[in-house]
């Protein structure tokens, strides 16, 4: 059995195919606890603060109070998740949209990222541009269905190579003057890319910064962490959900992550 095949795929497959999907936070709230402080001197009350919470609940807590001014004697003796759960039980999600998070998100394919920026409400998106980046090293988000069937691998791996070799000749077939050196211009540059681009599959690897709020996120979670067969946004949501636990598990009452059956993380979630 000659292995020279597979050492073939797996030189192709490091080349052509994107890391895992990656989570990262670049902002979360800060709550600056000074002026938090002035005002309740200001106005003569105290609040009792939950030990355990985090920023972004402090905040979503603070603005919850603010509602009713309940603080000093008129605090209720619930801890800032029970507080929390009750705002979301009595459909006061409104003031889940003061905590908001900024996050990158890299290894998902543009057909993902297309579901992911219909969520308009309290999302906000910048995301890697096929106009000015060069796809000519662009990786692919290979199907987690394609990999469950590995005879079906080699058969995608070659059609996504084929696919990314036309696209640089493509791009090199519009532009002339490349083999001279001169610069195009920037919308010559363009207008190359934006033609070349258009053979480039879905699956072709994007990298994009959103941020959104609490309760955008919640929505989001609610709507897509389920959906069975959408395997590259469950394996999102999960990631989302994770760090949502780190970051302010108060908001995520009535969701649960966990290891479907079919090997894939699934985020539940239940109306209270
Ligand atoms: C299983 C599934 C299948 C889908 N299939 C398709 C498909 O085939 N084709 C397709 O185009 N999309 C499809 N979508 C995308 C879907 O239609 C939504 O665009 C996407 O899920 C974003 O949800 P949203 O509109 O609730 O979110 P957001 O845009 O964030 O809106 C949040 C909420 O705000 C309110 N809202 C927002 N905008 C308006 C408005 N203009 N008027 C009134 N209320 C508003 C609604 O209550 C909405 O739920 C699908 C989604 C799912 C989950």
Same mark, same amino acid.
């Given at each position: 059995?000659?292995?020279?095949?597979? /050492?073939?795929?797996?030189?192709? %497959?490091?080349?052509?195919?994107?890391?895992?999907?990656?989570?990262?936070?670049?902002?979360?709230?800060?709550?600056?606890?000074?002026?938090?402080?002035?005002?309740?001197?200001?106005?003569? $009350?105290?609040?009792?603060?939950?030990?355990?919470?985090?920023?972004?609940?402090?905040?979503?807590?603070?603005?919850?109070? %603010?509602?009713?001014? @309940?603080?000093?004697?008129?605090?209720? +003796?619930?801890?800032?998740?029970?507080?929390?759960?009750?705002?979301?039980?009595?459909?006061?999600?409104?003031?889940?949209?003061?905590?908001?998070?900024?996050?990158?998100?890299?290894? $998902?394919?543009?057909?993902?990222?297309?579901?992911?920026?219909?969520? =308009?409400?309290?999302? !906000?998106? !910048?995301?890697?541009?096929?106009?000015?980046?060069?796809?000519?090293?662009?990786?692919?988000?290979?199907?987690?269905?394609?990999?469950?069937?590995?005879?079906? /691998?080699?058969?995608?791996?070659?059609?996504?190579?084929?696919?990314?070799?036309?696209?640089?000749?493509?791009?090199?077939?519009?532009?002339?003057?490349?083999?001279?050196?001169?610069?195009?211009?920037?919308?010559?540059?363009?207008?190359? =890319?934006?033609?070349? =681009? &258009?053979?480039?599959?879905?699956? &072709?690897?994007?990298? %994009?910064?959103? @941020?959104?709020?609490?309760?955008?996120?919640?929505?989001?979670?609610?709507?897509?962490?389920? #959906?069975?067969?959408?395997?590259?946004? +469950? +394996?999102?949501?999960?990631?989302?959900?994770?760090?949502?636990?780190?970051?302010?598990?108060? #908001?995520?009452?009535?969701?649960?992550? +966990?290891?479907?059956?079919?090997?894939?993380?699934?985020?539940?979630? $239940?109306?209270?």
């Amino acid at each position: 059995v000659s292995v020279v095949p597979h /050492v073939e795929i797996a030189n192709e %497959i490091a080349d052509l195919i994107a890391d895992d999907p990656a989570l990262y936070v670049l902002a979360r709230p800060v709550i600056n606890f000074d002026q938090v402080s002035s005002f309740l001197k200001d106005v003569g $009350v105290k609040w009792e603060r939950s030990r355990d919470a985090k920023p972004a609940e402090d905040l979503i807590e603070f603005a919850g109070r %603010i509602c009713y001014m @309940s603080f000093g004697s008129d605090q209720s +003796r619930k801890t800032n998740q029970e507080y929390i759960h009750h705002l979301i039980k009595q459909q006061h999600e409104s003031v889940l949209e003061h905590a908001s998070w900024t996050f990158l998100l890299t290894g $998902v394919s543009r057909a993902f990222t297309h579901q992911l920026v219909r969520h =308009r409400v309290g999302f !906000s998106f !910048s995301q890697l541009s096929q106009q000015y980046h060069d796809e000519a090293g662009a990786k692919y988000v290979m199907p987690e269905e394609i990999k469950k069937h590995p005879a079906l /691998v080699s058969d995608w791996i070659r059609l996504i190579a084929g696919l990314r070799r036309e696209y640089v000749t493509i791009a090199a077939n519009l532009n002339p003057n490349e083999s001279e050196q001169v610069r195009v211009t920037k919308e010559k540059q363009r207008a190359i =890319r934006s033609a070349a =681009r &258009t053979i480039l599959p879905n699956a &072709t690897e994007t990298k %994009i910064v959103f @941020s959104a709020n609490g309760r955008a996120l919640r929505h989001f979670l609610a709507k897509r962490g389920a #959906i069975v067969g959408d395997l590259e946004m +469950r +394996r999102v949501a999960a990631l989302v959900h994770s760090q949502l636990m780190l970051e302010a598990p108060a #908001i995520l009452s009535g969701f649960t992550s +966990r290891i479907h059956e079919d090997g894939y993380p699934i985020v539940n979630h $239940v109306k209270e």
